[in-house]
């Protein structure tokens, strides 16, 4: 089991700044990569930001340049920096882990973090 523990969403406006962590506890050493997916009303749940274990990192083009993943080993954490935010950007932010195991890939969820853009 891995259980994922999430914090820093809030309300920021137009061009602010929010850093989201994404604590990890549990089976972790199997975790093959992680990231952060967004849930905007009337939308799917999608990845915004991705990292493996070997810090190879992907992001959606919506926010390139702006978001940024990255991943600390010694806190067995991960972090989301989201700078010039906009509306847009209003979402539920969600934390995942993947692993493999002899059963298959399996997937894991924080509780989510709302992340509210007003102008």
């Known amino acids: 089991q891995v259980q994922l523990v999430e914090s820093g969403g809030g309300l920021v406006q137009v061009g602010g700044s929010l850093r989201l962590s994404c604590a990890a506890s549990g089976s972790i050493s199997s975790i093959n990569a992680m990231g952060w997916y967004q849930q905007a009303p009337g939308k799917q749940r999608e990845l915004v930001a991705g990292?493996?274990?070997?810090?190879?990192?992907n992001y959606a083009e919506s926010v390139k340049g702006r978001f940024t993943i990255s991943r600390d080993n010694a806190k067995n954490t991960v972090y989301l920096q989201m700078n010039s935010l906009k509306p847009e950007d209003t979402a539920v932010y969600y934390c995942?882990?993947?692993?493999?195991?002899?059963?298959?890939?399996?997937?894991?969820w924080g509780q989510g973090t709302q992340v509210t853009v007003s102008s």
């Open positions: 990292i493996t274990s070997g810090g190879s990192t």
């Open positions: 995942n882990a993947h692993k493999t195991t002899y059963w298959g890939p399996r997937d894991y």
